[in-house]
Every structure is written in structure tokens, then in C-alpha cells.
């Protein structure tokens, strides 16, 4: 069972030529609302990725809770443990540019809210499983999350993003973390070799992933270090492609898929969503994953 404490938003997605620099107004080609938040984004892929789910957070009682939750519920993740709180529900500007590049400015609304009264369920239900968390919830709570699945064994995955003063704290205690290649550099001070990586993964005893695009990903574990190739492809919008990434990654590893068979599919899944646009929309479901990764290795 993947369990997923982490945020839900209501993505505002803006169309644009270029990103807009400091001081610049734009017109946006147009302009497209979605489920988002980087937690409702994992789980889905994890449920795409043909993992049993469970999903922690917390809407508004506002018209874009139901708009916001829309995937969520599509693809049978029971929402029972998403509380309803008195707060509009999470949003994020994102603006795609016509490279498929983008940025993201998130209100957190409820998701400031996820407090320490879900931990103790969401860890329960994880014990034979991977708790899998993000930092778009408070701080305090994913910290006692992550201390709580220590103190009882359960396995733990924290993607460090949105990155901030508070990551190095709690990337020493999960089992796997999941950066990008820039939080990875600010987690590690700048030290970007494979060397640096498997001192950090022999010294914290802990299993250390850093995507880097198109250049693929990096996985060192305190017993292994390799990379693995993504497919050449031309993006379209990378919104979510970590949090598909991330999703399937650990819907694999409880599969019980090796960590280089689980990278595998997940840097798949990730590639592909790359190529359609929205961040739950282009999650793909398993078979096509498959397929997708088998025509790679023809080609
Ligand atoms: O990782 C992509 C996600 O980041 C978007 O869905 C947006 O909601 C932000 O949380």
C-alpha cells in the first residue's frame, strides 16, 4: 500500500510565449483549471501505476475542492481522509511556456492545514507499505510523520520540493529521497558527483534519487550507484513529471520491484507525461508505461 500525506490544489495553468520576467505583463494564449498539488499528484500515479492508495490532506469547503479532486476521485482513491477545513483550498499559478518550460507560484489554503491529528492513520496504514511525502504541507507535520514511521519501521519516501531551509532536516529522515538536480546541489552544498552521492547514501544510511531531465536520474543506495537514461523526447509540459515519477517509483517498489527496475518504469511514466499537457492529465496508466519502455528498448 503507497500512502501519500501531502497537498491537493486547484492548478491555474497559463499558456505563454515566454515566462514573464520581473516587472513584465503578458498575455496568456489560455488559460486551463485542473486537480494539482504535488501529494493528489503522487497518489494518482502511484494508482495509475497499479498501486493499492491511500491519500492524507485537506480541502476548502470553496467551489474548486470538487474541481481540485475531480482525478482523484475518477480513478478510485476513497477521499474520506481529506478533512474539509475552513480555508480555500490549495492553488498554483503555473505558467508553461511555449518550450514546455514553466513555473509555479502555490498558495498553500488547507494544505496549511494538514496537521499531526492525520499522522498516526496515515502511518498505520502505510506499515507494510511506503509513507510518501512532500513539502507542500507544514513543516511540523511532515517532520512528526517522518519521525513516527522511523520509530515504527514503516519506510518512507520524501520528495524535497518545494525546497527550503527545512529540507535538509527532513531528507535525514526518510528511507529514499527524491530530489531534482538544483535541490539536490543546495542539499548536498554543491557537490554533484556520484562519489558525493554514495557518501551521503553510506553516511545517512539512506537511498538517494536526483532526476536531472533529460539527462535521467541518479539512484545511489548505501549498497549500489546507477544511473538510468530517459528517453529522448520533446517536451511539452513537464508539470508533474517528478510527481509521476515519484508516484511510480514507489508503486513499483512495493510491487517488489528492484530499485533499478522501479527507476526504469518510473523514468517511463515521467517522460511520458512530459509529452501531454496538465500534471494529473498526463499521468499515464501502467500499460502504457510498459509499452512505452518496451518501444525504447526496440529502438
Ligand atoms: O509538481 C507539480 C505541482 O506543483 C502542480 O500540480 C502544482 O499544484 C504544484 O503543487
Redesign the pocket.
Known amino acids: 500500500m503507497i500512502v501519500v500525506l501531502g ?1 491537493v ?1 486547484i ?1 491555474i495553468c497559463l499558456e505563454v510565449e515566454s515566462l514573464p520576467r520581473a516587472g513584465e505583463t503578458i498575455h496568456a494564449r489560455d488559460r486551463g483549471y485542473s486537480g ?3 501529494g493528489a ?1 503522487q497518489v494518482l500515479a502511484a494508482k495509475r501505476g497499479g498501486a493499492e492508495v491511500a491519500f492524507f490532506g485537506a480541502v476548502g469547503s470553496d467551489r474548486h475542492a470538487e474541481e481540485a479532486l475531480c482525478d482523484i476521485v475518477e480513478a478510485g482513491i476513497p477521499i474520506s481522509d481529506i478533512a474539509v477545513v475552513q480555508e480555500e483550498t490549495g492553488s ?1 499559478n ?1 505558467y508553461v511556456d511555449r518550450h514546455g518550460e514553466n513555473c ?1 507560484v ?1 498558495v498553500a489554503g488547507a494544505n496549511g492545514l494538514v496537521g499531526a491529528d492525520a499522522v498516526a492513520a496515515a502511518v498505520k496504514r502505510a506499515s507494510d507499505g511506503f509513507l510518501v511525502l512532500q513539502q ?1 504541507i507544514p513543516f511540523a507535520t511532515t517532520h512528526h510523520a517522518l519521525k513516527r514511521a522511523r520509530a515504527s519501521g514503516t519506510r518512507t519516501i520524501l520528495n524535497v520540493s518545494p525546497f527550503d531551509k527545512t529540507s535538509a532536516e527532513l531528507s535525514r529522515l526518510a528511507d529514499i529521497v527524491i530530489a531534482n538536480q538544483h535541490e539536490w546541489s543546495q542539499l548536498s552544498g554543491g557537490a554533484e558527483t556520484c562519489a558525493a552521492m554514495q557518501e551521503w547514501s553510506r553516511r545517512h544510511r539512506q537511498t538517494i534519487v536526483v532526476t536531472k531531465g533529460a539527462g535521467g536520474v541518479a539512484v545511489a543506495s548505501p549498497s549500489e550507484y546507477f544511473e538510468v537514461a530517459a528517453p529522448t523526447i520533446q517536451p511539452i509540459d513537464t ?2 513529471a ?2 509521476t515519477f515519484c508516484g511510480y517509483l514507489a508503486a513499483e517498489l512495493d510491487r517488489g520491484g528492484s530499485l533499478r527496475e522501479a527507476t526504469e518504469i518510473a523514468v517511463t511514466a515521467a517522460s511520458i507525461a512530459c509529452l501531454k499537457a496538465g ?1 494529473q492529465a498526463s499521468i499515464s496508466v501502467k500499460h502504457e508505461v510498459l509499452n512505452a519502455r518496451e518501444q525504447h528498448h526496440a529502438s
Do not use: F, H, M, R
Open positions: 497537498s490544489n492548478d494539482g498539488g504535488k499528484n498554483a503555473i509555479i502555490v507542500e508539470v508533474g517528478v510527481d500534471a
